[in-house]
């Protein structure tokens, strides 16, 4: 199985977002990483539920909505008919996190939780069937453009061996922040099997070239 890539467009140029989506698809995206953020959870303020169903007339991609908002249960149901495929809430926004999980399920798309860089991986230990995605967070979430930290690698390893313990192998994991070339193969080898990636993708001269470094740097060393 290799690296799957999704490009987060709060890199990108807000001004042609559909233009920018579509750049990340021809040049073999996975996915569309989509920040949305309300300057309460997180220290800024992004997009809403009509521009996901903007995005979703421009691209086939699975679009990987992650939710760094307060009290997130009242927007799932926007977020879901805007067109997300994957609906991530945040461990520390969420006072009943298995109902908010089971309800992104009930509206027929996948369940994923982000962790802060310093909130821990057995805050998850009773929720692990109920994920098909976790998104650790190696950098502060909030703006782009941080620098990687390299303290959630065990982290990672220990997530990776708590879901196939559980028996829940299908589930992904994520890492977003700081994601070069370099550091896609370390969480690569530490068992993540997608990438956010911002600034390494949209502020690259060559986008097709980015996305296929990205890859080719962690190919070999996705876990199976």
Same mark, same amino acid.
């Given at each position: 199985?290799?690296?799957?890539? *999704? ?5 990108a140029?807000?001004s ?7 750049? *990340?698809?021809?040049? /073999? ?11 309460? &959870? ?10 996901? +169903? ?6 086939? !991609? ?7 908002i ?8 926007? &977020? ?8 991530t ?5 969420? #006072?009943? %996190?298995?109902?908010? !999980?089971a ?5 027929? +798309? +996948?369940?994923?939780?982000? %962790?802060n860089?310093?909130?821990? =991986?057995e805050? %998850? ?7 098909d !995605? ?8 909030? &703006?782009g453009? /941080?620098?990687?930290i390299? =303290?959630?690698?065990?982290?990672? =390893?220990r ?25 896609? +193969? !370390? ?14 993708v949209?502020?690259a001269?060559?986008?097709?070239k ?6 080719a740097? *962690? *190919?070999? #060393?996705?876990?199976?």
């Amino acid at each position: 199985m290799s690296l799957l890539v *999704a490009p987060s467009i709060l890199s990108a140029d807000f001004s042609r977002l559909g233009e920018e989506v579509r750049r *990340a698809e021809n040049a /073999q995206a996975d996915w569309i990483h989509v920040d949305v953020m309300d300057g309460h &959870f997180v220290p800024n303020l992004t997009i809403g539920a009509p521009v996901v +169903k903007s995005l979703r007339g421009c691209t086939h !991609l699975p679009l990987d909505v992650h939710l760094m908002i307060t009290d997130p249960d009242r927007y799932l149901s926007d &977020f879901a008919n805007a067109g997300a495929d994957y609906i991530t809430v945040h461990q520390e926004a969420c #006072t009943h %996190l298995q109902r908010t !999980l089971a309800h992104i399920r009930s509206l027929g +798309k +996948k369940a994923g939780v982000a %962790l802060n860089p310093a909130t821990s =991986e057995e805050t %998850l230990r009773y929720v692990l069937q109920d994920l098909d !995605l976790v998104l650790v967070m190696s950098v502060n979430p909030g &703006f782009g453009g /941080q620098k990687f930290i390299a =303290e959630i690698l065990p982290k990672i =390893e220990r997530l990776r061996r708590m879901l196939d313990e559980a028996g829940n192998q299908a589930a992904k994991i994520s890492v977003d922040g700081g994601i070069t070339a370099a550091t896609a +193969k !370390l969480v690569a080898q530490s068992g993540a099997s997608v990438v956010v990636a911002g600034n390494s993708v949209y502020g690259a001269p060559d986008i097709n070239k980015a996305v296929s470094e990205l890859k080719a740097q *962690a *190919a070999e #060393t996705v876990r199976k």
